[in-house]
């Protein structure tokens, strides 16, 4: 039975209830010729396929909307392509490629994030340590300094004795941390290594001047507030409490 004027009629305002847009006529279509299919008595194995068929074409073009704008690569095959056969070769290849490139990326993303990660945390313990250390030398030698200040030595050069001192220390614990940074870097990416995944041990000269440059910061800053405890050192009330 052919459709009707009255099919029709009704099958345009079931699109428009489920919204219509700009594509409402072409799901009309559809409608109108799944509804000629019963009429044409199809048989259930082709209205299966053709039912599948629909399906998946719908849930490719709902994934790869969003994706409407990147260039993409279509790889069409055959079961009966000999393994040995040049565009099966191509196939392989590309898929390996493909399936490389997207673990570095994957690999290279996390790997980042967690480094950052890192970083934040090595960054605030070395600014914690550069300034208690500082913090302490400054309580251990108060009456040292306060006793020097009493001597006639300036502001400027009993501040020199002790930050002397902790330029030295930085200076030494540079290269030794460097080192032992290092090492222990590659113990841990010797220790993570396996027949399928291998992450090579490559620290750019740039970390290591990173990682110098927040140390000699944590140093000036922890060097500007000593200075200024220095300076407003209490030299009466420091002598007084002699152990």
């Given at each position: 039975m052919a459709l009707t004027k009255q099919d029709q009629v009704l099958v345009q305002q079931?699109?428009?209830?489920?919204?219509?847009?700009?594509?409402?006529?072409?799901?009309s279509e559809i409608i109108e010729t799944a509804l000629r299919l019963l009429d044409d008595h199809a048989g259930r194995l082709d209205m299966k396929v053709m039912t599948s068929a629909l399906k998946e074409l719908r849930y490719a073009s709902?994934?790869?909307?969003p994706y409407r704008e990147k260039r993409k690569v279509t790889v069409f095959g055959s079961a009966r392509t000999e393994p040995t056969?040049?565009?099966y070769q191509q196939a392989v290849a590309f898929s390996k490629a493909v399936m490389t490139r997207n673990l570095e990326e994957v690999t290279a993303r996390?790997?980042?994030?967690?480094?950052?990660?890192?970083t934040l945390f090595a960054t605030i313990i070395a600014v914690g340590v550069v300034y208690n250390n500082a913090r302490i030398a400054l309580a251990e030698r108060a009456w040292e300094l306060a006793s020097l200040r009493v001597l006639g030595f300036t502001r400027g050069e009993v501040s020199a004795f002790l930050l002397g001192e902790l330029a030295i220390e930085i200076a030494l614990a540079l290269p030794l941390g460097m080192l032992l940074g290092y090492l222990l870097g590659s113990t841990i990416v010797g220790l993570i290594k396996t027949d399928e995944f291998y992450f090579p041990f490559v620290i750019e000269p740039a970390t290591y001047a990173f990682g110098a440059l927040c140390v000699l910061l944590a140093g000036a800053v922890s060097a500007l507030i000593v200075r200024r405890r220095v300076d407003a050192l209490d030299l009466v009330g420091v002598l007084k409490t002699r152990e």
């Amino acid at each position: 039975m052919a459709l009707t004027k009255q099919d029709q009629v009704l099958v345009q305002q079931l699109v428009r209830a489920h919204g219509g847009g700009g594509n409402g006529d072409l799901a009309s279509e559809i409608i109108e010729t799944a509804l000629r299919l019963l009429d044409d008595h199809a048989g259930r194995l082709d209205m299966k396929v053709m039912t599948s068929a629909l399906k998946e074409l719908r849930y490719a073009s709902r994934i790869f909307t969003p994706y409407r704008e990147k260039r993409k690569v279509t790889v069409f095959g055959s079961a009966r392509t000999e393994p040995t056969a040049p565009e099966y070769q191509q196939a392989v290849a590309f898929s390996k490629a493909v399936m490389t490139r997207n673990l570095e990326e994957v690999t290279a993303r996390n790997v980042l994030v967690f480094s950052g990660i890192l970083t934040l945390f090595a960054t605030i313990i070395a600014v914690g340590v550069v300034y208690n250390n500082a913090r302490i030398a400054l309580a251990e030698r108060a009456w040292e300094l306060a006793s020097l200040r009493v001597l006639g030595f300036t502001r400027g050069e009993v501040s020199a004795f002790l930050l002397g001192e902790l330029a030295i220390e930085i200076a030494l614990a540079l290269p030794l941390g460097m080192l032992l940074g290092y090492l222990l870097g590659s113990t841990i990416v010797g220790l993570i290594k396996t027949d399928e995944f291998y992450f090579p041990f490559v620290i750019e000269p740039a970390t290591y001047a990173f990682g110098a440059l927040c140390v000699l910061l944590a140093g000036a800053v922890s060097a500007l507030i000593v200075r200024r405890r220095v300076d407003a050192l209490d030299l009466v009330g420091v002598l007084k409490t002699r152990e």
